[in-house]
């Protein structure tokens, strides 16, 4: 059987669900073009037809290259069973719906402060023609009765804004000298659960029927393995 002009196929290049190395059963493989398990003959895949019964699949006859050996092929399952069976369903989380901005009229507007009630105060005298000198018109006179009560009880604000201030940083700091502890009572109370996780995956699996057979074949498998064709008689061959 003459082999096809492709370069040879690794056995590594393979997933191992897709090879089957298993001792008494056909060396066979995934085709990696029609995707339905073929045997393996003379470190070649076996020629076979694709769908149409009529059409040599291009994959005949390719050569593969047999650089994973049996027992590295069983570790590789091994693992693959072992990690399959250390998974845990994820938790669904409900998404919280994002809440709507609030219209331009809901918005609380800003504390008016000396400066602000000033620069309202000045831009009014200099539209307004009534408030020249000491006179105001009374939204004027309303304005610099707002501006003089700010400015009276501006140092009591600013000092107000400091301790608020002050007993900001005073709380972060509480909480980052906080943040180790709460993360080590955190780890102490879930030290176990994970030694525990750790050791069972560790252990090989338990009731399976055979840790090195694949878990999952692809579309297209066949319930049996391929059985050998018999061989033809030389005698009958020449009769």
């Not at 590594?12 to 897709?18: A, D, F, I």
């Not at 995934?30 to 070649?44: A, E, F, H, L, T």
């Not at 700010?150 to 900001?168: G, K, S």
């Not at 879930?190 to 057979?213: M, Y």
Request: net charge positive.
């Amino acid at each position: 059987m003459r082999s096809n002009s492709r370069p040879a196929l690794r056995l590594s290049s393979l997933r191992p669900n897709q090879i089957e190395m298993t001792p008494g059963i056909p060396f066979s493989l995934i085709c990696p073009d029609c995707s339905v398990w073929r045997r393996i003959n003379r470190s070649k895949i076996q020629p076979h037809f694709l769908d149409d019964e009529t059409t040599y699949c291009p994959a005949s006859a390719q050569r593969v290259e047999q650089d994973v050996t049996p027992e590295q092929w069983a570790a590789r399952i091994e693992e693959g069973v072992a990690e399959i069976a250390s998974r845990r369903p994820t938790k669904v989380l409900r998404k919280v719906p994002t809440p709507k901005p609030p219209a331009v009229t809901q918005l609380n507007p800003a504390p008016a402060t000396a400066d602000s009630a000033r620069q309202t105060y000045e831009a009014h005298r200099n539209g307004c023609s009534v408030c020249t000198g000491r006179k105001h018109c009374t939204d004027g006179g309303r304005l610099a009765a707002t501006y003089l009560r700010l400015l009276r009880q501006e140092p009591q604000r600013r000092a107000a804004q400091a301790r608020t201030e002050q007993e900001q940083r005073r709380t972060e700091r509480r909480q980052a000298q906080q943040q180790p502890k709460r993360r080590a009572a955190e780890w102490r109370r879930v030290d176990r659960a994970v030694e525990d996780a750790n050791t069972r995956r560790s252990e090989p699996l338990k009731g399976a029927r055979s840790p090195i057979f694949p878990l999952t074949m692809p579309k297209g498998t066949p319930a049996e393995p391929l059985k050998e064709r018999p061989k033809r008689s030389r005698t009958r061959a020449a009769a």
